[in-house]
């Protein structure tokens, strides 16, 4: 089961005021929140810290969310990882699919939703019993 402590979550988005909002609301929903501006920062992140709930923006300046998303699945099938876009289309909803994204939200996106979001990452993952040290 997933402990209280375990409650990471990496944000990835280049616009700070989004950044910001984000962290505010689910650092004051009891998660521990990790944050980066481009997919370069996540993947450092992810070097030094088991997260297993992303919210990932699509566009971001360099390597971009789709391609983020898919070096993240190449190390972890379990984790969680949710897309951000300010461009839906079937076609970008495809791309994220194949791209291992387990769900796709469109900006603005009200936070009640990202809050169910990250509840329902956590008790799926609970479910399962995953652990960081049970993926190391």
Request: glycine share 6%.
């Amino acid at each position: 089961m997933v402990a209280a402590g375990d409650k990471k979550i990496l944000v990835v988005d280049d616009e700070v005021s989004f950044l910001a909002m984000l962290k505010e609301t689910l650092s004051m929903a009891g998660y521990e929140v990790r944050t980066a501006k481009n997919a370069e920062e996540a993947l450092k992140i992810l070097k030094t810290e088991t997260i297993m709930v992303m919210f990932l923006d699509l566009r971001l300046p360099g390597m971009n969310g789709i391609d983020l998303c898919w070096k993240i699945r190449e190390k972890d099938k379990i984790c969680i990882v949710y897309a951000f876009t300010g461009y839906s289309t079937f076609y970008g909803l495809l791309e994220c699919r194949a791209a291992g994204f387990d769900d796709f939200f469109v900006k603005p996106v009200a936070s009640k939703l990202l809050l169910k979001a990250a509840k329902d990452a956590f008790e799926k993952l609970g479910r399962w019993k995953v652990r960081d040290y049970d993926l190391i």
